[in-house]
C-alpha cells in the first residue's frame, strides 16, 4: 500500500537557520506529492506540490524536489522564521483520474524557530 | 477569506452514543473530504463528495455515514460510538473533485469516554 515517512520531531531551530524535513514514500504508479503546514489553532494548508518526478514545488521560500530514484520529497527553506513555526505534513496522492484526491499522510514534524 | 468551518470544535460522547459533526466548505468548493486523525496517528481519508454525491470512500467504519447536502456542507454521523473512535475529524474542501485539497478546517476533536 501507500505510506509516507516524515523525519520525527519536534524540530527547533534559531531564527536564519537553514531547515530540512525529510520525507521517503512508498507508492505504486506516480502519484503527486504534497507538503501541507498546520500554523497553531488552524487547519492544513497546501504548502507546495509536485505531480512528476524531477517537478520542484516552491511557496514561501519552501521547495521541494520530486525524487523518484530516492523516493524522495524533502522539504527545505533556506532562513526559517519565528512565523514558520508549525507542523508540516507531507503527503501523497494516488490519483488516477478516476475519483477524487485521497491524500496519504505523513504523522507530521513540528517545527519551532526561536528569535 | 472564508475558510473551511467545521463544528462543534469539541465534542464529549459516551459509548454507544451517536455524534454529528458539521463541515462548511468554502464558498462555491462543491467537493469535500472527510479524515480521521487519532492520537499520535496521520490522518486517515474517510470519504469524499463531488456534487452531493459521494465520491470515493477510504476507511470508513460502517457504523458511520456522511452526505452532502444543497448547499454543499456536509455531516458525517457516527452510531455506535466506540473509544478508538476518539480522535480529531477534519473535513477539507476544494474547487472540483479534481484538484487536491488546499484547505482543511480546524477540525472537531471527538473524545468518547
Known amino acids: 500500500g501507500n505510506s509516507v515517512t516524515q523525519m520525527e520531531g519536534p524540530v527547533t531551530l534559531s531564527e536564519e537557520a537553514f531547515l530540512t524535513i525529510n520525507c521517503t514514500y512508498t507508492a505504486t504508479g506516480y502519484p503527486s506529492l504534497f507538503w501541507y503546514v498546520q500554523y497553531p489553532g488552524e487547519g492544513l494548508q497546501l504548502l507546495l506540490k509536485a505531480t512528476k518526478a524531477d517537478d520542484k514545488g516552491s511557496n514561501k521560500g519552501f521547495e521541494a524536489t520530486y525524487r523518484k530514484e530516492t523516493t524522495s520529497f524533502h522539504l527545505e527553506k533556506g532562513s526559517v522564521q519565528v512565523s514558520d513555526s508549525a507542523v508540516y505534513f507531507c503527503a501523497l496522492s494516488p490519483y488516477s483520474g478516476a475519483g477524487s484526491y485521497q491524500l496519504t499522510f505523513g504523522k507530521g514534524t513540528k517545527l519551532s524557530v526561536i528569535p | 477569506a472564508a475558510g473551511v468551518i467545521q463544528s462543534p470544535r469539541h465534542l464529549i460522547k459516551e459509548k454507544r452514543e451517536t455524534a454529528t459533526l458539521k463541515c462548511y466548505p468554502i464558498?462555491?468548493?462543491?467537493?469535500v473530504y472527510w479524515y480521521q486523525q487519532g492520537p499520535g496517528q496521520d490522518p486517515q481519508f474517510l470519504i469524499s463528495?463531488?456534487?452531493?454525491?459521494?465520491?470515493d470512500k477510504g476507511s470508513i467504519p460502517d457504523r458511520f455515514s456522511a452526505q452532502q447536502f444543497s448547499d454543499y456542507h456536509s455531516e458525517l454521523n457516527m452510531s455506535s460510538l466506540e473509544l478508538g473512535d476518539s480522535a480529531l475529524y477534519f473535513c477539507?474542501?476544494?474547487?472540483?473533485?479534481?484538484?487536491?485539497?488546499?484547505?482543511f478546517g480546524n477540525g472537531t476533536r471527538l473524545t468518547v469516554t
Open positions: 464558498p462555491r468548493h462543491d467537493t
Open positions: 463528495f463531488y456534487e452531493k454525491m459521494q465520491s
Open positions: 477539507a474542501s476544494s474547487s472540483d473533485r479534481l484538484r487536491e485539497p488546499l484547505h
